[in-house]
């Protein structure tokens, strides 16, 4: 008898199939090498790695507020060739605002451009006033202790100067440097599965000390495709 699949709602893909296709995303195979180990067509395999996504972006957003010790930054995504606008806009390219709590979670978010109120009203959004805030030296960031946060710890990045003992954000900046590598591999995304796509990153970058296959599962059960 065929194992109901508990992670795939009315789906005539068997369980043991379903983990399968889980178990190659998990070490980040492509669609064309998942659809040959699993059997299912690419169009299938795409499909269903579009449903996880949405699951794994919802599970995101569930990440915040943060408290204690969080680094905040900025950073453009698109074409490489293309250089963005600090602090004005990105040109072509897409900026997406993050937020780290030290040693566990990162946070992101796609804004319009890098203004004060745009970024300090995702702080207050995402972050309580208990808390220490890391960043560089972007204007952006001027008077969050007026706000009435904690302290705010400030790194400036020129003359290759990224750190003062405790005082950096090498957190975040991992985590860019991570999310640009895995995204390169696609040539280029649509702004509309974009999102998606960073959120799939901020999942795999916030379970990167986990079984990533049983946490992906344990997520699916919970919330059935």
Known sequence: ???????????????????????????????????QLTGLSVRSVNTIFLAMRRVIAHDCEQHSPFTGQVEV??????????????????????IVFG??????HVYTQIVPNCKTATLQALIRGHIRLES?????????????VDLGYAKHWRIRHSGNHFAEGDNHIN?????????????????????TTF???????????????????????KLLRSNPL
Request: hydrophobic share 35%; charged share 30%.
């Open 195 to 217: 999102y998606l796509h960073l959120k799939e990153c901020e999942f795999r970058f916030n379970h990167r000390h986990d079984d990533l296959y049983r946490a992906t599962l």
């Open 132 to 144: 220490e805030i890391l960043s560089d030296c972007l204007s952006s960031y001027d008077g969050l």
């Open 1 to 35: 008898m065929q194992r109901k699949n508990r992670c795939y709602s009315r789906s005539k893909i068997s369980e043991a199939r379903f983990r399968a296709l889980v178990r190659c995303w998990s070490l980040d195979l492509t669609a064309t090498n998942t659809a």
């Open 99 to 104: 937020m780290l709590k030290r040693g566990q």
């Open 171 to 191: 957190g975040i900046e991992s985590f860019w440097s991570f999310a640009k590598r895995r995204l390169a591999k696609f040539n280029g995304l649509a702004k």
């Open 73 to 94: 930054d900025e950073s453009f995504f698109g074409p490489w060739r293309v250089r963005g606008k600090r602090g004005r806009g990105a040109g072509k390219k897409t």
